[in-house]
């Protein structure tokens, strides 16, 4: 007696078709879960790191999260340029080796950053201070060595390496621009005081060592 040979149902021609598509969300998810895990290491780190440099000045606001406006405004408009164009743009988002950079350019920016909070210790402030403690000291080692104001430098490649990571090109040059203006003035903002606060002594040190921030030199002083 003959049986009939088992009917299967046809190959499904939806799976290679489908392998890319998988292989594009997933690859997006990783990009937005490495940008929120160094987001969240960096302002949790900035607390973290006050708290054990300067802890009487310890307070909510040493996690920066409420930094000002346009900081939280800079942040929301890198979610909407990232799901805007990983829709209307997906292969923006598959440029590996544009993401393994900006990966490298935020370990180094905030790695930096920590290192220059720890080396000024108590010197260290979130905010630029107008009167000079009897424990302030001017600090000219470790990384102030390599850079004026290795924190800012720091924090300027962190921004930037951010949006390189999630392959942003608009807000990867938005970011580059405004960082720069934003620390032009801060660096110019916090060396008047420090000349008042250390005079000649600081005057010598930025003669020596640069800002590391390009194409800013700090203030001009008048000899």
């Known amino acids: ?9 046809p190959a499904s021609s939806q799976g290679p078709q489908r392998a890319p598509a998988l292989g594009f969300k997933a690859e997006c998810l990783f990009l ?7 987001l969240s290491l960096f302002h949790y780190s900035e607390y973290l790191v006050t708290a054990i440099n300067n802890p009487r000045s310890l307070s909510l606001d040493s996690f ?9 405004l800079a942040a929301l408009s890198s979610w909407v340029e990232f799901t805007l164009e990983k829709l209307l743009f997906p292969e923006l988002k598959q440029i590996t080796w544009l993401s393994t950079v900006g990966l490298l350019m935020v370990v180094f920016g905030d790695c930096l950053r920590k290192a220059a909070m720890l080396t000024a210790g108590s010197n260290f402030n979130h905010i630029v201070q107008n009167e000079k403690s ?32 999630l392959c942003n090109p608009i ?32 005057l010598e040190y930025k003669r020596k060592v640069p800002s590391g921030l390009p194409f800013i030199k700090g203030v001009k002083v008048e000899l």
Do not use: K
């Open 1 to 9: 007696r003959c049986f009939p040979a088992p009917a299967f149902p």
């Open 171 to 202: 807000c990867m040059v938005g970011y580059a621009l405004v960082s720069w203006r934003f620390f032009r003035e801060r660096v110019e903002e916090e060396e008047i005081t420090l000349i008042h606060f250390f005079g000649e002594e600081y």
């Open 64 to 72: 920066l999260l409420n930094h000002s406006f346009e900081y939280n």
């Open 32 to 38: 937005s879960g490495l940008y929120m895990c160094s």
């Open 134 to 165: 009897d424990t302030h000291t001017l600090v000219t080692s470790g990384v102030y060595g390599w850079f004026r104001h290795p924190s800012y430098v720091g924090w300027f490649y962190w921004s930037i390496g951010t949006q390189v990571l």
